[in-house]
């Protein structure tokens, strides 16, 4: 008989005779009633064509045939107990999985650091990959596992598609130190008559500091367009250029620059950063375990 037709429970009921030798403590120890537990013996039975156990007084004794079951079956349930447990545990200590994170540069450069240095401490194993995705096919990789967790600004994804904020950041303005056009303090006129760089990952098209300033009814020159912020912060450490960038990476790519850092000079929401995964990884103990720490990086950074 293949398994698939038999009722494993069955066998967590031998075990409870055997070991209780009584029919009522058996049952009381399943939290089941006595006759349906003398109809699962009924069923072990006829499963085995063997009565299995002889009642003698108030006892079950076992026959021949379980006493030599009962080492295999203890064994098959408690490899299966731990297989069912072990699969609702991680322990990162010991774990040498790769998680693979979906990242934009910007925000890689700012998180890996800080995460890199905390998974050393506490999962000296486990391996990661930061991937850029498009954002047309994060959701796909979300849900095929490709991507474990995704950090990215609020897209307009499905509910399948669990968020979490986990940072919020302004942009701001870069510029060279002893910049001809800023005396301490920037002012939106100055910022209006300077050239500036814009980066953008497309070829054209305005940039959200530029969405902004037309809602404002403001106009800026852009004397540059490049793909990457920490290029462009290079580029207007040796010219008069400015540039308007994310104030967390401004510190990041700046750090060895002789650049100074100032507020943005109009008014501009904050723009969210958000944690994503998808649905079936809810509650998957690994990816909680991520999540979780990566929850706990971004809380320090910020």
């Not at 969405?211 to 008069?240: K, M, P, T």
């Amino acid at each position: 008989m293949h398994i698939s037709r038999i009722d494993l429970n069955l066998f967590v009921v031998f075990d409870a005779i055997y070991s209780e030798g009584n029919i009522t403590r058996a049952a009381k120890a399943m939290n089941l009633s006595q006759p349906a537990l003398s109809h699962a013996l009924g069923r072990l039975r006829e499963l085995f064509n063997d009565p299995l156990f002889q009642r003698m007084g108030s006892q079950m004794v076992p026959t021949p045939l379980a006493h030599s079951l009962i080492g295999q079956i203890r064994t098959a349930l408690q490899t299966l107990d731990i297989s069912v447990n072990n699969s609702r545990r991680f322990d990162p200590t010991l774990n040498t999985r790769q998680f693979t994170l979906g990242f934009r540069d910007v925000l890689e450069s700012t998180t890996l650091p800080k995460l890199l240095n905390t998974l050393h401490a506490c999962a000296p194993d486990i391996q990661l990959a930061s991937v850029q995705a498009e954002r047309r096919e994060l959701e796909a990789e979300l849900m095929s596992g490709s991507i474990d967790l995704a950090v990215d600004v609020l897209l307009p994804f499905p509910t399948s598609i669990r968020r979490r904020l986990i940072a919020r950041d302004s942009m701001v303005v870069v510029a060279r130190k002893g910049h001809p056009g800023i005396n301490k303090k920037l002012t939106l006129a100055n910022y209006l008559k300077q050239n500036h760089v814009l980066v953008s990952s497309r070829r054209s098209g305005p940039g959200l500091e530029d969405l902004e300033l037309a809602r404002q009814g403001h106009q800026r020159h852009i004397g540059l367009r490049c793909q990457h912020y920490f290029a462009a912060s290079l580029v207007v450490s040796e010219s008069d250029l400015l540039l308007t960038m994310p104030g967390h990476y401004a510190q990041v790519a700046n750090r060895h620059l002789d650049n100074q850092i100032l507020p943005l000079p109009i008014k501009m929401p904050p723009f969210d950063i958000y944690l994503y995964w998808h649905e079936n990884a809810e509650n998957d103990p690994a990816n909680c375990w991520l999540r979780e720490l990566l929850m706990q990086c971004f809380n320090e950074i910020n």
